[in-house]
């Protein structure tokens, strides 16, 4: 998950930069007033979204594949977690009883 989150940081870093050139180059345009800063950086987001889905797609399985795993591994420990203390609340029920 940790490589997933840093590649899609580095497109959007990428995207970043990129428009960063563009808008002083003049291909885009400036924002307004003060707003020139938010309006890269925003741009950059609308950007780096759709091309982080469709470039990352096979690294966002393979994330997604490993978090289904430690998932259903913590659901199986939750389970035998939970079947150990019925045992024990069992057995101390039983040992209640013939005493």
């Given at each position: 998950?940790?490589?997933?989150?840093?590649?899609?940081l580095g497109?959007?870093?990428?995207?970043?930069?990129?428009?960063?050139?563009l808008?002083y180059?003049g291909?885009f345009?400036r924002g307004l007033?003060?707003?020139n800063?938010?309006?890269?950086?925003?741009?950059?987001?609308l950007?780096s979204?759709?091309?982080?889905?469709?470039?990352l797609?096979?690294e966002?399985?393979?994330?997604s594949?490993?978090?289904?795993?430690r998932?259903?591994?913590m659901?199986?420990?939750?389970?035998a977690s939970?079947?150990q203390?019925d045992?024990a609340?069992?057995a101390?029920?039983?040992q209640?009883?013939?005493s």
């Amino acid at each position: 998950m940790l490589r997933y989150t840093l590649m899609r940081l580095g497109v959007f870093v990428a995207c970043l930069v990129a428009v960063w050139g563009l808008v002083y180059a003049g291909v885009f345009p400036r924002g307004l007033g003060d707003s020139n800063g938010m309006w890269i950086v925003l741009l950059s987001l609308l950007l780096s979204a759709p091309i982080s889905f469709v470039v990352l797609r096979k690294e966002r399985d393979r994330a997604s594949v490993q978090v289904v795993r430690r998932v259903d591994r913590m659901k199986a420990n939750l389970e035998a977690s939970r079947g150990q203390e019925d045992l024990a609340d069992d057995a101390a029920r039983a040992q209640g009883q013939t005493s």
